[in-house]
Antibody, heavy 123, light 113 residues
Framework: EVQLLESGGGLVQPGGSLRLSCAASGFSFSSYAMSWVRQAPGKGLEWVSGISGSGGSTYYADSVKGRFTISRDNSKNTLYLQMNSLRAEDTAVYYC????????????????WGQGTLVTVSS | DIVMTQSPDSLAVSLGERATINCKSSQSVLYSSNNKNYLGWYQQKPGQPPKLLIYWASTRESGVPDRFSGSGSGTDFTLTISSLQAEDVAVYYCQQYYSTPHSFGQGTKLEIK
């Protein structure tokens, strides 16, 4: 059974940093690209970032480019999102999701999602 | 970047009736090399993560009831629920995965009339 478990969310001040983790199990982690998707309170879904199975290719939304860094440790079956220079508008539930392919900007559907972790940016 | 626009923003349908949600992309998401539309539909119920319903615009995910169907090609797509059930109350999103950023539509809230 595929499981994705996010952690690392919490309350952080504007300008601060936070690192989210997503522990994956039930599939061959290194064979699949992964994505982060966020949802601000009461709002819709926003794709944030993606990474290939090898970790060699990464992709970002313009809203986070230069501030967020996606990475993965395939030996630990874990996906990360390093978030720096956080702003109030980054407040959201952050979901990690598995893609059904290994790489590329032209990618696959998001077939499994975690339960999400809440990030609140406020003073 | 590809912009995804859904219509309507909200929809109220009687139990047993048909529900139709539309999704339009600002550029074609049809890849000519494999003739596939890089378009998915997701269902999100309150307090839950999204769930994949449809991929490649018209392929139903395993375990999804056959009352859900997807259609369309290029820039115009439709999600249809043929006979609305109470458990279908949710917000529905389309997403293109043709090119990054893999943008979502704004969502359509489906309620019972």
């Amino acid at each position: 059974e595929v499981q994705l478990l996010e952690s690392g969310g919490g309350l952080v001040q504007p300008g601060g940093s936070l690192r989210l983790s997503c522990a994956a199990s039930g599939f061959s982690f290194s064979s699949y690209a992964m994505s982060w998707v966020r949802q601000a309170p009461g709002k819709g879904l926003e794709w944030v970032s993606g990474i290939s199975g090898s970790g060699g290719s990464t992709y970002y939304a313009d809203s986070v480019k230069g501030r967020f860094t996606i990475s993965r440790d395939n030996s630990k079956n874990t996906l990360y999102l390093q978030m720096n220079s956080l702003r109030a508008e980054d407040t959201a539930v952050y979901y990690c999701a598995k893609r059904d392919d290994s790489s590329g900007s032209r990618g696959g559907k998001l077939d499994y999602w975690g339960q999400g972790t809440l990030v609140t940016v406020s003073s | 970047d590809i912009v995804m626009t859904q219509s309507p923003d909200s929809l109220a349908v009687s139990l047993g009736e048909r529900a139709t949600i539309n999704c339009k992309s600002s550029q074609s998401v049809l890849y000519s090399s494999n003739n596939k539309n890089y378009l998915g539909w997701y269902q999100q119920k309150p307090g839950q993560p999204p769930k994949l319903l449809i991929y490649w615009a018209s392929t139903r995910e395993s375990g999804v009831p056959d009352r859900f169907s997807g259609s369309g090609s290029g820039t115009d797509f439709t999600l249809t629920i043929s006979s609305l059930q109470a458990e279908d109350v949710a917000v529905y999103y389309c997403q293109q995965y043709y090119s990054t950023p893999h943008s979502f539509g704004q969502g359509t809230k489906l309620e019972i009339k």
